[in-house]
């Protein structure tokens, strides 16, 4: 008798082993879309990613660099203060998207040119998003705002 209760308690737990292999890859399969890495544009120049991934990249919208083209087409380049990626996007910019100040898109690198899909800007005039903002003070070229 004990050992089919031992028997019975064994094929439980390889069940339970096996449905929670099963549910784990099944999540990593539903998440692998919703999954989106953060380059700075000197990652995305040293180690472009393949035209495939989508990513996000973050920095400085470049002085002088902002063209609008027909319609709601715009180009600027981004930088984080050592290199700059040209990035084009087709729709409606946020109102607080300017020169210098920080941004971050989610899109394509395709021939050297990111190609977004989704610009967010900073929220007032202080904020810069983390990811940049870490990205800055490691290459030395982040200011403090006055008062902080």
Known sequence: MKSLKKQRR???IIVAFFALVISTALIGYAMRDGINFFYSPTQVTENPPSPTEVFRIGGLVEEGSIQRGEGTEVSFRVTDGI????VTY???????????QGMVGQGRYVNGTFEAFEILAKHDEEYIPKEVLDVLKENGTY??????
């Open 143 to 148: 200011v403090e705002p006055d008062g902080a």
């Open 90 to 100: 087709d729709g409606i910019l946020p109102d607080l998207f300017e020169e210098n």
């Open 83 to 86: 290199n700059a990626v040209p």
């Open 10 to 12: 064994i094929q439980i």
